[in-house]
Nanobody, 125 residues
């Protein structure tokens, strides 16, 4: 099992940047594929980005491609999401999630058994 704790959310103006972190417990962090999801007001939870166990492969939702960067530091058991050029529509509760790594990058939330509690990102116009 793995426990996840997000941090780094906050209030930022449109065009600004934030970096989210997700600290994972346990000694097997490097065996998990990691992802970020978000849930905006009145919306379903949606996929944002995913990274494989080594950090060598990533995939992004079209809505964030070119603006967000997912990365990980396996030595620190930490996942990151660098968010640049933020827009009001990026306002959401952001969650990190983990699953045992596989050969493909998975974007569906139903395959992720481990979740953090979320960190709020609010982008003002």
């Amino acid at each position: 099992q793995v426990q996840l704790v997000e941090s780094g959310g906050g209030l930022v103006q449109a065009g600004g940047s934030l970096r989210l972190s997700c600290a994972a417990s346990g000694r097997t962090f490097s065996t998990y594929a990691m992802a970020w999801f978000r849930q905006g007001p009145g919306k379903e939870r949606e996929f944002v980005a995913v990274i494989n166990w080594s950090g060598g492969s990533t995939y992004y939702a079209d809505s964030v491609k070119g603006r967000f960067t997912i990365s990980r530091d396996n030595a620190k058991n930490t996942l990151y999401l660098q968010m640049n050029s933020l827009k009001p529509e990026d306002t959401a509760l952001y969650y990190c999630a983990a699953k045992i790594s596989s050969s493909s990058l998975v974007t569906s939330r139903r395959y992720y058994p481990y979740w953090g509690q979320g960190t709020q990102v609010t982008v003002s116009s």
